[in-house]
């Protein structure tokens, strides 16, 4: 069946290092990816997104990886800010789910000031 | 920016009551969506909706749940009957198509008692 997991549940770092979020992916098929950014109270916020055919995008900040091979994700934020503290899911859409979006369990990132 | 938004912000209900909560999805998106998250828990999909009726829904979308677009501007989730279990933040959500990302509402919590 479709799921989207995530390694690490919680993630502490820095202000001012790099953050790495993590998530594995078990359906071959999904050939879209998503970032989704929550904080405490709000909706699910569009970070950036990435599609099969690439292995990489770059954003304001964050960059996003696709692995195919081994069915991984993961977002880097560069230079932590104490704003950047919330609870980062990876979603995906794919052929066979084509109009839902389906969420990981989300890893929540807590930056030290 | 376009926004989805939602009302109400919350609302709390009796048990075994109905529930109607409300959406305004992007102007030119063409699918909707709701889903639903328990408290500390991964965003949930409960149903999509395109042209005028539910392409796809979860196990959690059951008879006591309905969607209606009674407008050309509003979309909304019923809950009939409700129960305890079914306190949680329901977020709408909308897109342009089936290729591109799912925006979502700031979520409407709803405290069943």
């Known amino acids: 069946g479709e799921s989207v997991g995530l390694h690490l549940p919680t993630l502490s770092v820095q202000e001012g290092d790099n953050s790495i979020i993590n998530c594995a992916y078990s359906n071959s098929a999904s050939d879209y990816f998503i970032w989704y950014k929550q904080e405490s109270g709000k909706g699910p916020q569009f970070i950036i997104d990435i599609r099969s055919n690439m292995d990489k995008r770059q954003g304001q900040r964050v960059t996003v990886l696709l692995n195919k091979t081994v069915k991984h994700l993961s977002l880097q934020i560069a230079a932590t800010q104490p704003g950047d503290s919330a609870v980062y899911f990876c979603a995906e859409r794919g052929k066979t789910s084509y109009d839902k979006v389906i969420f990981g369990p989300g890893t929540s990132l807590s930056v030290i000031p | 920016e376009p926004e989805v938004t939602q009302t109400p912000s919350h609302q709390v209900t009796q048990m075994g009551q109905e529930v109607i909560l409300r959406c305004v999805p992007i102007?030119?998106?063409?699918?909707f969506y709701w889903y639903r998250q328990i408290l500390g828990q991964k965003v949930e999909f409960l149903v999509s909706?395109?042209?005028?009726?539910?392409?796809?829904k979860s196990e959690i979308f059951d008879d006591q749940f309905s969607v209606e677009r009674p407008d050309g501007s509003n979309f909304t989730l019923k809950i009939r009957s409700t129960k305890l279990e079914d306190s949680a933040m329901y977020f709408c959500a909308s897109s342009y198509d089936t290729a591109n990302t799912i925006y979502f509402g700031e979520g409407s919590w709803l405290t069943v008692v």
């Open positions: 909706f395109y042209n005028n009726e539910i392409s796809e």
């Open positions: 102007s030119n998106h063409l699918y």
